[in-house]
Each structure stands twice: as C-alpha cells, then as structure tokens.
C-alpha cells in the first residue's frame, strides 16, 4: 500500500509541474496584452512601452519563466497587475469562500441525491421512483445561472426570507449552496439508483432479508454499503469540479471565489493571478483524484495487488 | 403513515432552520447616540484594484478614493472648476512654463497631520519613480524633470520648487494649457508623505490617508469599502455618517438589491431603462445624466477600403443615426452632430445632422472605385454588450448602400491587443472626456501620434497643427475656436471617425436620498444627504 501511494504522489507532483509549465507558455502566447487592459485608452505608446519594461514584459519569455519558477520554489506566486495584491492572500480568500460554497452545496447534494437514489431504487417502478427521476433531469438540464436567479427573485426579493447577494454570513451560503447543488443531487441520485440496483439483485441481500435482517438495515448497512464505489468514483469526479468554482453561481450571488476569480483573471490577462488559479485548480484535481484511487485500493484490495504485480 | 409524519417533521425541521438562520441578519443602521445615522449604501462592479489613483485608471476606484484623498483642484457635478486645497485658482507666467499655488492653511490629513507643499512635491515625485509603477504619467510628465525621473536619471523633481510649507510653483518644459485641469483629476491626488512611506505596499490596499471628507473605516478587496465620515474636513462636516461601497459584479443582482432595499444608490445600464421608467414603483426614481462622451464608429485610416475618405463618408450617409437613436436604444441616446460632445468647450452649437441618404452613399462608393458593392469588418469586444447590438443594426442599414459588413467577436484583451496594433478596420467606440476640455477630448484620440493606438491611424498635418497650437493657448476663446475648426476638418471633411450618438446614462436612487447628481462619469456623493425621517416611512 506504501510504494502505491509513494508512486501516485510522484506522479501528482510531475503533474501539476507540467501544467504550471504549459500553463505559462498558453498565457504568454495567446492574443491580449494585459498592460492595454491595465491603462485603458487613454495612455500614449510611451506610456504604455514605459510600463511594459517597468513589468518585465519586455523580457525574453525563458528569462521571465525562470524567474518565476524561481519564486514558486519558495511559494511566492507574485502580485496581481490590478490589486497589487499578494495572489497568494486572494487565493486563500477565494479558496476559503469556495471551500464553504462548495462543502455546502456538496453536503446538500449528498443527503438529498443519496436520499433520493436510495427511496427510488427501493420504490422501483413506483410512482415516487418515476418522480424523482424525471425531476433529476430538470435538475441536471436547468442552467445553474437561472436557477440561481430565479431562486434569488423568489426567496430573496418577493419572500424577503434569505439574503440576495453575498458570502459574509451563513444565511448568504443558502441560495448559492441550492442552486449549484441542484444538478449535483441529480447526477447523484441518478447514480445511487442504478449502482443500489445492481446490488439489490445479488444473493447476498436477498440471503439477509431471508434470515430476517430488517429492510433498513439491508438497504443502508449491505446495500448502499455495496454500491459505494462508483458514488465515490462519482463524488470525486464532480467534487473537483464543485471545489474548483463555480464562476456562474459565484458572479450572481457576488461570492469572490476561485471560479470568479479564474474567469476574471483570464478575462483581464492577470497572468499571476491566473497562474496561479491554475496551479490551484491542477493540485486540487491531482489530490482529489490521488485520494479517489487510494480509497479505490483501501475498498478493493484487488486494484491495489493489481497494481502491485 | 409514519413515513409521511417523519418527511412532514424533516420539512418543518428544515424551514424553522432557514427561518432562524436568516432572521439573524440584523439591520444596517445603527445608533449614533440617540441620532439616526445616516448610511448610503452604493453598489458597483469590483474594480480589483488598489485604491492608489497613481497605480490605477479605474472609475471605479475613483468613487471610493475621490473620497478619501482630493487633489489640488476639483470639477464640481455642474463642471466648474473649483480651488480644494489651494486658495485661488494659480497664477500662471505669461510664457505659460510657471504655475504659482497657495494651498490654504491648517488643512489636515486624516492622521492629524498638516497639508504642506513638500507633501505636494513628494505626491509628484512618487508619481514620477518608477517603482511606484504610476500609469498616468502623461498627464504630468510637462513638469521639468519628470522625463528625467521616470528614466531614473534623476531623483527629484527639478520643476516643484517648494517655497514655504503653503507656496510652491511647478514649472513646465513647455506651456500647457491643460495643465490645471490635469491637477482637478484623480490622477493627481494629494498624499501625506510620512503615512504613505510608512504605509509602503500597503499604500492603497490597507491604507489610505487623505485630506477628503471621509476616511477609510475598511477594505474588503471582495465585499467593499466603508468610508466614515471626517469630521475635521476643512470644507465643512459632510452631511453623511457613513458610505459603504458594496462590490457586486452582476448588473441584475445590483438591481435586486435596489429593489429590496439594501441599496440606495445605483447605476442603471441603459439597456434595462424602461423597464425602471416604466414601472410605476420606480419611475419616480430613475435619474439621468450626461457624461462628456460620444459614441461613433472608429475607422482605420490607412486600411485598404477605409482609407478612401469617400469610402468613410459613404459609410456615414448610409448610417441612419435617428433610428439607432430612437428605435435600437430606446431614445437614450441623441444623435451626435460632432466628434466633441455639446458640453466641451468647441462644439458647434450650429452644426447639422449628419445626413441619411442610401442614395449619396451608393454614389460615393461608385466614386471611390466601389459601384459594385464594398466588404469591411466590424470587429467588436465581448466587454461592449451595445456594439454587437449596434452592429446588427448597421449592417442591415448599410446592406442597402451596397456595403457587406461582417462582424467578427473578439475577448476583450484579445481586442484590445488588436486596436493598439492599428490592426482594426471598423469598431464601435466611445470616449468620455475626464474634464471639459478639447485637448482630453480630439488630442487624446486623433493626434497622430496617439491615434496609431487606437487604430484610427489618422493624419493629417492642419489637424496636427491646430490641435498643438490650442494646447499651449491660454486664451479659452481661441482653444475652443480651433477645436470647432479641428472637428469639422476631422469628421466633415476627412470622416476621419463617423460620430453616432451621445450617451444618457441613469441611475436609480430611493426617494429619501437627497441632492445626489453626477457631473460626468463618477459618482460623488459630496453633497448627497439622507432624510431619516422619510426613510424611515418606506
């Protein structure tokens, strides 16, 4: 188990390496000079060639990648061209409004999406089965954005019960929480049933309920126990997305997280911000799926050994 | 049955959740010793920037730091030109190089310290070194020593000679007319030397002392800024408590809030006038003002098709400005007449409309070699929500000329990155005056040096020369002749730029928001007062 998690680390690493590097050439390469963005019209060429030589734009690109690999070696991921900001102080502040934003609607499309899965494959075939599948797919189908909208109009506006925009207080994480939640309870929900199902039909279940165990028991403690892997495998898959941002939910509710702050950045050509947005986004996604394949090995010795031999 | 009681007590356990996590959300007003204090609450996009007007060209910044810090001089919301620091508007030398100020005295920054001219100098000064990263140089590099400084040959600035702690003179390298009002814009704010050396990087993000009416309570580069009020300012205590400046990025979610009641003050996009105009909750609180701007089609002069003048003007015959104007956008624009908006100094007052006529516009292409019909390419940014809507409308207007408009959608940098190159053929522009003056206005974007960055590419030498010869005359009158003479050869003899429109622009404020007015492009809410009594009615 060791040597396997030792390899999958390595591997994580030389990863998130690869993209800081094709990341940085991308941005150096495509059209969009952020120094016109940053002095809008009104500045002469001088003021603009001035300014480019004052941000070290007039560099060999080689040079300017080494120094900043130079400065990501000891963590220091620059200085926003706009705020002035430290990245890394904004990408702790996104990151911690997105962890918040991203927990709860994922804490909200579990126990829902799990709930539902669960109730239609042990009602299968019933009106509440066809129900919550068929609502599944508004779920999956309805644009966030809209969702996000129509949820601040009618909760936030007419009902006046949850605030409209915002992330300073727990009542504000409502409204974005649901609407970025919607489609994940879908996806969920769908898989639950389907992977419940298969289970369901083995002869071990049916060994249990024939010696009496009760039907709750069952279904959560051998059932859903059973059907775990590819909900896992899915969680994972999507929970990289969710932490990641979600720059529609976040711009509508003003939530300044990292898909916002992503989107803005390539929007204004902050390259270090985006950079290191980028990097952010890539480790996330490497660790995510690193821990994904350890629980993978963990559940099911047989990857493990496979992998092994 | 027991099922359903067990999902009717989950529901029921859920909304008293919801319930009790929003009923503690609190008001926004708060006791200030039995007084009702006043709050105005404003919302605008995120400017993602620090609030050091040096560093930045941000609107947006400027409502904040307006506030905060105050330049020498300052356009009032009717454009007159007003003495803030400084007693009387300066002398300045017949040659027009020296300009003489007196700042008043016991002005205070808000850290207790005094105004003094050496804290004008080193606010210059910084401008001028280059690790400061100052982008509006250009407005002040005349000052004699300036070029030297941002070339780090020097260390000081030659031209700002300080006299005694309230007289100083600065000096430029050739006369300027512009130059005050240069000093009346954001651009030109005055620091405290010590707070700001002390304050370091610092300087804008955490920290920023000023002489203005309100001081820096907080900012949240996500959330806002709250400005409290200063009460030692020395041009009277402002008659607001507080003004908390709310970042919200999307236009809909600003007007939501509005609509609730959690903002006071917010600027409505043209685009959704009507809907506030027509509403009979609102109407009552839409307000409209003029920013010194006009919109037109920008034209690359030296382009193969476009640089045929009788091209250019064939494009503006068959460009119908009153239906654009009163159809498309709903009558919140007013066809332009001219390149410089009515308000700046050097608009003719007597000038026509530009013509529609399909029928001179088929026959000037049939001149320029074109009888067949022309192709030209629009190109817009995905920033400009109107010019893809304005586009679609020309092209089906100039179709019956015979002009092919294509139109092509670029990201904003990416066209951005294409304007600066001259590599543009035909985009939709707007440029907005700072200050009533003709030299911001033609100089800034037709100069042919500055116009090569805007992919106008224009030249010509009588344009030029006109256009050098009012900067450095000091007689008012003589400027805004030759700016009227300067419009007329660049958009009714060459069509340099074809002038579509001025702009309207709105916002919305509740009722017991009092004196709120805009003069040009940012909102200021010097004068702005609140009336508890009414809101406290709503």
């Known amino acids: 188990m060791r040597k396997y998690i030792i390899k999958r680390v390595v591997e994580a690493i030389l990863v998130v390496f690869a993209i800081t590097v094709i990341t940085f050439i991308i941005l150096n390469v495509i059209p969009g000079d952020p120094v016109l963005l940053i002095l809008g019209d009104r500045a002469d060429a001088n003021t603009i060639e001035m300014v480019r030589h004052q941000m070290g734009f007039d560099k060999p690109l080689h040079i300017q990648f080494f120094n900043y690999l130079g400065k990501l070696l000891h963590l220091d991921l620059g200085v926003s061209y706009f705020t002035r900001e430290a990245v890394f102080q904004s990408l702790s502040r996104a990151f911690t409004l997105t962890i918040k934003l991203a927990l709860s609607a994922y804490a909200f499309a579990l126990v829902f999406g799990i709930t539902f899965g669960v109730i239609a494959s042990v009602k299968r075939g019933k009106f509440i089965d066809k129900f919550l599948m068929s609502t599944s797919i508004i779920g999956i189908s309805a644009p966030s954005f809209w969702v996000a909208i129509i949820l601040q109009i009618i909760f936030g506006l007419k009902l006046n019960l949850l605030p409209i925009s915002g992330g300073e207080s727990v009542s504000a994480f409502i409204l974005p929480a649901f609407a970025l939640g919607t489609r994940y309870i879908a996806s969920i929900a769908r898989i639950t049933r389907t992977s419940m199902l298969e289970i369901i039909g083995q002869d071990y279940v049916r060994t249990a309920e024939a010696k009496g165990v009760s039907k709750w028991r069952v279904t959560i403690g051998h059932a859903l126990r059973n059907a775990l892997l590819p909900i896992i495998t899915l969680i994972g898959a999507e929970l990289g997305g969710v932490l990641t941002g979600s720059m529609l939910i976040e711009k509508v509710f003003s939530i300044s997280g990292i898909g916002k702050l992503t989107v803005d950045s390539i929007l204004s050509r902050d390259m270090p911000v985006l950079q290191g947005a980028i990097i952010y986004i890539a480790t996330i996604c490497v660790i995510i799926y690193l821990l994904v394949d350890i629980s993978y090995a963990y559940i099911d010795p047989r990857i493990r050994l496979g992998d092994e031999q | ?538």
């Open chain 2, 1 to 538: 049955m027991k099922n359903t009681r067990k999902l009717l007590a989950t529901i029921l356990a859920l909304s008293l959740a919801i319930g009790a996590v929003s009923c503690g959300e609190g008001t926004t007003k708060a006791d200030n010793g039995g007084k009702e204090k006043k709050i105005l609450r404003f919302a605008e996009a995120n400017p993602k920037n620090s609030l050091d007007m040096q560093t930045n060209t941000n609107s947006k910044v400027a409502v904040i730091s307006d506030h905060i810090t105050e330049s020498l001089l300052r356009y009032d919301e009717d454009l007159n030109l007003i003495p803030i620091l400084i007693k009387d508007m300066p002398k300045v030398s017949e040659d027009g190089l020296t300009y003489s100020f007196e700042l008043k005295e016991g002005i205070k920054f808000h850290n207790g310290e005094t105004l003094k001219s050496s804290d004008v100098k080193f606010t210059f000064e910084r401008m001028f070194t280059p690790a400061t990263g100052a982008l509006s140089t250009y407005n002040y590099d005349m000052i004699v020593g300036a070029k030297e400084m941002l070339a780090a040959t020097r260390e000081s600035l030659e031209g700002f000679k300080v006299i005694d702690d309230t007289k100083f003179e600065i000096t430029l390298t050739e006369p300027y007319a512009p130059f005050i009002s240069n000093l009346a814009i954001s651009y030109a704010e005055i620091f405290p030397e010590k707070a700001t050396k002390e304050a370091g990087e610092n300087w804008g993000i955490t920290t920023l002392i000023g002489t203005g009416p309100y001081k820096l309570e907080s900012n949240n580069q996500d959330t806002g800024v709250t400005l409290v009020k200063n009460e030692n300012y020395h041009d009277g205590i402002p008659n607001l408590d507080e003004i908390q400046v709310k970042y919200i990025d999307d236009i809909n979610t600003q007007l939501l809030e509005y609509e609730k009641g959690n903002i006071d003050v917010v600027a409505l996009d043209a685009t959704l006038y009507k809907n506030y105009a027509e509403n009979d909750n609102f109407k009552d609180e839409v307000n409209e003002y003029h920013p010194l701007g006009t919109t037109f089609l920008n034209i690359n002069n030296e382009d193969e098709v476009l640089g045929n003048a009788k091209v250019r003007e064939a494009l503006s015959y068959a460009v119908n400005r009153e239906e654009i104007a009163n159809y498309l956008l709903n009558g919140t624009v007013t066809p332009a007449k001219a390149f410089l908006n009515p308000n700046i100094p050097g608009y003719n007052q007597e000038a026509k409309d530009y013509e529609y006529s399909i029928e001179k516009a088929k026959s000037l292409l049939d001149e320029a070699g074109y009888k067949n019909g022309v192709q030209i390419k629009a190109t817009v940014s995905s920033a400009d929500g109107n010019a893809s809507k304005v586009f679609t409308a020309i092209q089906a207007q100039v179709k019956e000329a015979g002009i092919d408009l294509t139109i092509e959608s670029l990201d904003a940098a990416a066209f951005n990155q294409k304007k600066k190159d001259g590599e543009l053929q035909l985009y939709l522009a707007t440029w907005n005056g700072l200050y009533p003056d003709g030299d911001h206005f033609m100089n800034a974007y037709l100069y042919s040096a500055n116009s090569r960055t805007k992919s106008v590419n224009y030249n010509n030498s009588k344009f030029d020369e006109i256009m050098s010869k009012a900067r450095v005359s000091s007689n008012k009158e003589e400027r805004a002749k030759l700016y009227k003479e300067a419009d007329a050869i660049a958009t009714r003899e060459d069509y340099a730029v074809i002038p579509l429109y001025n702009q309207s622009s709105f916002f919305l404020a509740k009722p017991y928001v009092e004196n709120m007015k805009i003069g040009n492009l940012i909102y200021h809410f010097f004068n702005v007062d609140i009336n508890t009594e009414l809101q406290n009615k709503k």
